[in-house]
């Protein structure tokens, strides 16, 4: 059985600074803007294009993977590191000559820093040859930006639902990508592990193991060249590209600086608030356990009914 509650991302047509900041960034739901000007990117960035480009030469690292569906848990893809534009051609196509494992594998890259343990992707930084082409929304202070993430996919990938801590302008560039989210109110029926849910067929997921999955409300979206989807902080998402696609997400700080872990390149570390208070909770559980379970069981639903009067927002 799929979810229960399904609803479709509102498409806003307008996309302007004034209309986004005063009546739609405050509700922090994803929405989808149509028409705003991404600039010359949509037609420029062809298979050709991208890797003819100065800079195409220099080394990649991608994902590869001979399904469909990227699994983290059982690990069906592998890292491999390629030249950029050889990248691109594969990606590009649906079967290939040379190949790491099967002649239909996939790809998918996530741009990363020069140095990723310290530096965040910028892509003028990495391809300061392409950065020119694509008008990212100035909808946020500047100095809030955080990366901006070139994302190229192989027709019908699939990446896990997750989150990021980040506030999020997933620019659609060329290609289709199917988008379905979940609110991060619904968390508890995602099976988390970290910030990754174990359901990866969300369209049809094992109703044995997950038979709480059906209560999450799933929120999908079909991006087409052109649109941004504003992802809010914590909301997850299930990203699939319908055909051979290229997007630029753009992370931004809503936070102030001092709560965001400072050795966080990817944008998905729990705020440092979050750390603490784990360790804490951590500690609680380990002192309860100086009781007999039933004991434990009785005054762990204490705890948790006074974590819902006194944090959940109603
Ligand atoms: O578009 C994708 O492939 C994934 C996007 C994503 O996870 C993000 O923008 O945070
Ligand atoms: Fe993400």
């Not at 991302?9 to 986004?20: L, Q, R």
């Not at 037609?43 to 294009?49: E, L």
């Not at 991608?62 to 950029?84: G, W």
């Not at 988008?179 to 990866?200: C, H, M, T, W």
């Amino acid at each position: 059985m799929s979810n229960l509650l399904e609803h479709q991302v509102e498409i806003i047509e307008d996309h302007s600074k004034g209309n986004f900041i005063q009546h739609i960034y405050p509700k922090r739901i994803p929405v989808v803007l149509r028409g705003i000007s991404i600039g010359p990117c949509v037609k420029k960035w062809t298979p050709d294009y991208l890797s003819s480009v100065p800079g195409s030469e220099k080394d990649v690292k991608i994902h590869v993977s001979p399904s469909h569906q990227m699994d983290f848990i059982n690990k069906n893809f592998a890292y491999r590191t390629l030249p950029f534009s050889e990248f691109v051609k594969r990606a590009a196509r649906e079967k290939h000559e040379e190949y790491f494992f099967t002649e239909d594998e996939k790809y998918y890259l996530r741009a990363l820093g020069d140095d990723p343990r310290k530096d965040v992707a910028d892509i003028r930084k990495q391809f300061p040859a392409l950065a020119s082409d694509i008008f990212i929304p100035e909808y946020f202070e500047p100095e809030k930006f955080f990366s901006s993430v070139f994302r190229i996919s192989s027709a019908n990938i699939q990446l896990w639902t997750h989150y990021d801590v980040m506030d999020n302008f997933l620019i659609q560039v060329t290609g289709r990508k199917k988008v379905i989210l979940f609110s991060p109110r619904d968390a508890n029926y995602l099976y988390l592990q970290g910030d990754k849910s174990e359901v990866l067929d969300v369209d049809n997921p094992d109703s044995e193991k997950f038979p709480e999955f059906v209560k999450a409300r799933r929120y999908c979206c079909l991006l087409e060249p052109g649109d941004t989807l504003f992802i809010p902080a914590m909301w997850f998402h299930n990203v699939k590209s319908l055909d051979f696609a290229i997007s630029v997400n753009v992370f931004w700080k809503h936070l102030e600086e001092h709560l965001y872990d400072s050795k966080d390149t990817y944008g998905n570390k729990d705020p440092l608030p979050v750390g603490r208070a784990m360790q804490i909770l951590d500690r609680a559980l380990k002192t309860l356990k100086e009781l007999p379970e039933e004991y434990q069981d009785f005054y762990a639903r204490m705890m948790v009914s006074k974590i819902q009067t006194k944090a959940y927002k109603s």
